[in-house]
């Protein structure tokens, strides 16, 4: 998902979250100007400061004194409003970051399980935050920056035009070119060089995640130092573009100094001009040197707003491609709930192909499985097991066809209720880091604790848990890495009987375990599916000889159909073949039988 950032497209986002909260946005906006008009009458009220203490007679202060508080009192108050402005900035700014975290997390959360197994989780999490950031960086650019040098800017200008007209006409056109000038060098010269290093940093990210979220099998391969060598690969890529980067901004900070100087003498010199022939009073001279310091500050920010903004616009950009992706995935219009009463699955003429293949996986292909039917998958690698279930989980669309449940096309009814009604548990569980009971409850967090050790000691979860210092409240660590294989396996199964989804599907659920734990298993197993629409991807067939129906997968087509007696007299048949290898090589044992 890559496409050119537009100022307009970004200024557009950030409207949205803006007026997410108008009364505060309002207030935001008025206060900035006001702050900022203050700000232009100070050097205004230095003039007057100075006029009245030349035109003052030295035993009658009052008016030099009236003229000094007027200038304290617009000081005080310009303070004052600044720091109102940062109170409301602050809470803008938090409000609309968590809207957009939430927006964005909720779009990647639904993309399609191709994407994900296609993207880093890293540079995703690092897009998402530098986006947020970002956000936060434009909004205070905004309100302290821009906003406010366009009032000062506009305001003196038009002053100095109306009471010295030459002087108005220079400052007006000098303002110009050095905005000009300032536009262009950071859109044509400083951003192509941001949205390289930008790039690097985003890969640099996701190759820190790679190697972390890997750590045990690079320890387990002692390749520390490999590891070492890919990150800093990667990070010298980073290097030579960031330093690219910051030094074309430093560039063009030196050309806008430039300017500005050439701006400040103008002026001064000017000033100079109209005092000597009478027309600017010592006062107005000292307003013209205050303001010209004013503009100087101001316009000499500007130039760092502009690189800031064109930084936090690149910066923005991979948060408004999730917010513009179309879902890849998508519920349809009114999508209804899907009601299960028996859990009937059909195949109807399912034609599916992976993205980028260059033949179909399946291919006009029609099966049914009665309401309640244990049914084992079995095939060799790439069969089609895995897709089969991944179909009806609508993790992928098909082509054409329909697959129905209890008569709904999963396609018609809400991914949300299709998924809530099956129970998975995967050949790699996937824990989050947090406690045993929360992970074991995550299909139904409403569980009492009673149901979620029952549910645990249905799986043998408790044959484990006890030997825990904290028992159900241990955290399990990333992607549950405190707990072996079987372990995890065993809380991925309690999971399933926990969440009593009335179609349940298990992906090599037992290849992680040892001969006896697949034996107590197996049981649970027996327990779990009895009542219900049960699919066992095996690899393992000693897990599935007792089931009412076994499919055998072979590119994508069923080439046996039936139970492990009936296929088992079929001489020379698949099925038998695959068991009879696994008995020769041991994988089937005494314990398993």
Do not use: C
Not at 16 to 40: E, G, K, Q
Not at 82 to 97: E, G, K, P, T
Not at 468 to 483: D, I, N, P
């Amino acid at each position: 998902m890559k496409s050119k950032s537009k100022y307009g497209r970004v200024l557009r986002f950030v409207t949205h979250y803006w007026l997410m909260f108008p009364a505060l946005f309002a207030t935001l906006v008025t206060a900035r100007i006001v702050s900022t008009l203050i700000d232009v009458m100070v050097p205004l009220a230095s003039g007057a400061v100075v006029d009245a203490i030349v035109a003052s007679a030295p035993g009658d202060p009052a008016p030099a004194y009236r003229a000094l508080a007027w200038f304290i009192g617009l000081g005080a108050a310009f303070a004052l409003a600044r720091q109102i402005v940062a109170f409301l900035v602050n809470r803008m700014s938090a409000r609309a970051m968590v809207a957009i975290g939430r927006d964005a997390f909720a779009k990647v959360q639904r993309f399609s399980a191709d994407w994900h197994a296609n993207s880093f989780a890293g540079s995703t999490v690092r897009k998402i935050t530098r986006g947020m950031t970002a956000y936060d960086t434009f909004t205070d650019t905004l309100a302290f920056g821009l906003l406010p040098a366009f009032v000062v800017v506009v305001g003196v200008s038009v002053a100095f035009w109306l009471r010295w007209p030459a002087l108005g006409a220079l400052v007006a056109g000098a303002i110009f070119i050095f905005l000009a000038v300032t536009v262009a060098l950071s859109v044509l010269y400083v951003r192509p060089a941001n949205v390289a290093a930008r790039e690097w940093d985003s890969k640099m990210s996701g190759a820190l995640a790679d190697s972390i979220t890997g750590n045990q099998a690079v320890k387990s391969f002692a390749a520390e130092g490999r590891e070492d060598r890919l990150f800093l690969d990667v990070a010298r890529n980073w290097e030579w573009r960031a330093i690219r980067s910051w030094d074309r901004s430093a560039v063009s900070g030196i050309v806008q100094s430039v300017m500005l100087i050439a701006l400040q003498a103008s002026m001064l010199v000017t000033g100079v001009t109209l005092w000597s022939r009478g027309e600017a009073t010592p006062g107005d001279f000292a307003s013209l040197i205050a303001t010209q310091f004013l503009i100087n500050g101001y316009l000499r920010d500007i130039g760092q707003h502009v690189r800031t903004v064109q930084r936090t616009v690149n910066d923005m950009d991979d948060v408004l491609e999730f917010r513009d992706a179309t879902l890849q995935v998508a519920d349809t219009p009114g999508a209804q709930e899907l009601r299960v009463e028996s859990g009937r699955i059909a195949f109807e003429r399912v034609t599916f192909r992976y993205a980028g293949a260059s033949q179909a996986l399946y291919e006009d292909f029609s099966l049914v499985i009665p309401a309640g039917q244990r049914v084992g998958l079995v095939g060799h690698s790439g069969a089609g097991k895995s897709t089969f279930v991944k179909l009806i989980q609508r993790l992928y669309d098909v082509e054409s066809g329909r697959i129905l449940i209890d008569g709904q096309d999963v396609a018609q009814v809400s991914q949300k209720s299709l998924r809530r009604a099956i129970g998975l548990v995967p050949q790699d569980p996937v824990l989050f880091h947090r406690t045993l009971a929360q992970n074991i409850a995550y299909g139904r967090p409403d569980a009492t604790r009673q149901e979620i050790e029952e549910a645990a000691r249905l799986a043998h979860v408790d044959l484990f848990v006890h030997g825990l210092r904290q028992g159900y409240e241990t955290l399990v660590g990333e992607r549950g890495v405190k707990l072996s294989g079987g372990e995890r396996q065993r809380v991925a199964i309690a999971r399933a009987i926990l969440a009593a989804t009335p179609i349940l599907v298990l992906d090599e659920a037992t290849s992680s375990l040892d001969s006896i734990s697949e034996l107590y298993i197996r049981e649970a197993i027996e327990r779990l599916s009895k009542g219900r629409t049960t699919l066992v991807v095996a690899h393992r067939l000693s897990t599935i000889q007792r089931l009412d129906r076994i499919l055998v997968f072979d590119k994508g087509r069923i080439v046996e159909d039936g139970g492990h007696d009936e296929l088992m007299r079929k001489p020379g048949g698949v099925y038998r073949k695959l068991l009879e290898t696994q008995m020769r090589t041991g994988e089937i044992t005494a314990a398993a039988e």
